[in-house]
Structure formats: structure tokens, C-alpha cells
């Protein structure tokens, strides 16, 4: 048989051939990458101190002043009169995962000006499940480094009812939360252009979320004191819900919508991270310059 005619018969087990070994390709992929990112946390102690430095500065100095401004009230989903360090708990959990997930842009812009994104993303696998590889992998890094400080924060006495079956549900709600927070750090890097523009980028989005948010009070506080678009800002706020949440959760509480909009939030920033990361459709100037950067 003429090899012309040998061809088109031969073109149907490609397809069959590629299924076949697609899973086996793409888990192998995700192992890799969740590896190299923890094989990197572990050389890097310094990012572990800072990650769990920053929230216990709050708990030990900030909720010490503040220690008992919410014993004049019982606060949803609390049964009774709690400690300020006890409310402000899940919003420093939150916390971590928030500057965690934003770490993780830094690093994708990094990655993409020293050329590894170009490795990375010209992988024969789908670029989406590459992006969701990386995803995975700062979800991990933010929950152990929330339960570390966790663990910390019940060891310096702030109560936490982390070892229950409502726990098992605070942990989902952990895990809901920083997968939607990697995602945003996925988005912010298709934008961040320079390692420059990190910073400031970063204070426009980390600093608003956290402070218009109910990790340090209550909605129904600024409601209360009059500032209404305050709690307008606050109610539309991802954050607000990732860390309602945990907090509802962690206390075996209905958490209401929150997390449907967690969810939400989470698809609808992996999906458009996808398509800025798409070199034919990608938008922020990341299609034009390539993966790696280059002009």
C-alpha cells in the first residue's frame, strides 16, 4: 500500500493513544509542580516566619487592646460573650491566605521574566490545567501555613474549636478559600507586567480587601456607626465571605451564601486567568509579549 494511503489510517490511534495516557501525563505534571513549589517553601524559611509573624503581630498587639470591645455583645455565629483575639482569629487566618495567594503572583511574574512560564506553559498539556497545577499548589502552601499559625495562635491561648467535627468543615472552608484567593493571585499576574509593579499593584488590592472586609469587625458594626458604604464595600467583598465562611464553620453554624459566592468567585478568576493566559485571546499585553516575557 502507497504510504499516502497508509496515513489516514494510522491518524485515528493518535487521538486514541493521547487519551490514553493523557491522565497519567497530566497528574504527573500537577506532582511536579506542587513539588517544585514545596521543595522552594522549604528552602525559603524566611517566607514561613514572615507568613506567620505578620498575623501574630495582630493577635498579640492589636486584639490585646481591643481584647474585650466584643464582651458588651453576643456576635454571630457566637453563643455567648467572646474575646476580641477569639473573633479576629478567622480574619488573621484569612490573612494568610490573602498575602499567600498574592506571594503567588509575584512568583508567576517572576517565573514568566526569567523564562521558566515559558517551559511551563509550552508543556503538551492543556495550558488550563497547568494554570490549575499551579493553583493547587499555592492552595497547599496557604493551608499549612494558616495552620501553622493556627496551631500557634491556640498555644498563645486564643480558643478555637479546630479539633471538632465542625472542624473538619472549617478546613473545606480553608481549603474553598485559599483556592479562590491563588486564583486572584493568578489574575493580578496576566496584569502585573514588571516585577516593579508588584508593590504597588499589591497595595491596591491586598490592604482594601483586608480592611473593608469583616475580619476585624463585624458587619453589623459599620452598619451601626453610620458608615453604610463601608458596609456596602464590605457585603461585596470576596474576602468578607471566605472568611465568614471559616468563621461559621469552624462553630457549626449555617454560613449562608458565603460559600457559593467563595465558588463563584474562584471560577469565575480561574477561568478568566485562563484566558489572559492565553496566548490567543489573552489580554494585559501577556498574549503579545509571550509567556516569558519577550517583546
Not at 492589636?62 to 478567622?90: L, M, Q
Not at 509550552?122 to 494558616?146: D, E, I, M, N
Not at 468567585?265 to 489580554?283: E, I, M
Amino acid at each position: 500500500m502507497p504510504a499516502g494511503l497508509g496515513r489516514p489510517g494510522a491518524r485515528p490511534a493518535a487521538p486514541a493513544q493521547a487519551a490514553r495516557h493523557g491522565l497519567p501525563h497530566a497528574l504527573q505534571a500537577l506532582q511536579a509542580i506542587v513539588v517544585r513549589e514545596l521543595f522552594k517553601f522549604s528552602q525559603q524559611t524566611g517566607r514561613l516566619v514572615s507568613a506567620l509573624v505578620r498575623p501574630l503581630l495582630w493577635l498579640a498587639v492589636f486584639a490585646a487592646g481591643f481584647r474585650n470591645v466584643f464582651g458588651v455583645a453576643i456576635v454571630e455565629p457566637y453563643d455567648t460573650y467572646i474575646p476580641y483575639d477569639v473573633y479576629i482569629a478567622p480574619g488573621l487566618i484569612g490573612m494568610v491566605l490573602l498575602f499567600n495567594g498574592m506571594q503567588s503572583s509575584l512568583a508567576m511574574v517572576y517565573d514568566r521574566e526569567m523564562g521558566l512560564m515559558r517551559l511551563l506553559l509550552t508543556a503538551p498539556l492543556p495550558r488550563s490545567w497547568l494554570l490549575f497545577s499551579k493553583l493547587c499548589a499555592t492552595a497547599l502552601l496557604s493551608v499549612l501555613q494558616a495552620l501553622a499559625f493556627v496551631v500557634v495562635a491556640m498555644l498563645l491561648g486564643t480558643e478555637l474549636p479546630l479539633f471538632t467535627w465542625a472542624g473538619l468543615h472549617g478546613l473545606l472552608a480553608l481549603v474553598c478559600g485559599a483556592l479562590m484567593l491563588g486564583a486572584l493571585g493568578l489574575l493580578l499576574s496576566v496584569h502585573i507586567k514588571q516585577l516593579e509593579n508588584f508593590a504597588g499593584t499589591m497595595n491596591f488590592v491586598i490592604f482594601p480587601m483586608y480592611f473593608l472586609s469583616t475580619a476585624l469587625y463585624p458587619l453589623w458594626k459599620l452598619q451601626e456607626s453610620g458608615a453604610e458604604w463601608v458596609y456596602q464595600l464590605a457585603r461585596f467583598n470576596p474576602f468578607t465571605h471566605a472568611v465568614e465562611w471559616i468563621r461559621f464553620a469552624l462553630y457549626g453554624k449555617d454560613p449562608g451564601a458565603a460559600p457559593w459566592v467563595v465558588l463563584g468567585c474562584l471560577v469565575v478568576f480561574f477561568v478568566v486567568a485562563c484566558w489572559g493566559y492565553d496566548p490567543q485571546r489573552g489580554f494585559g499585553g501577556l498574549a503579545k509579549r509571550g509567556p516569558g516575557g519577550a517583546s
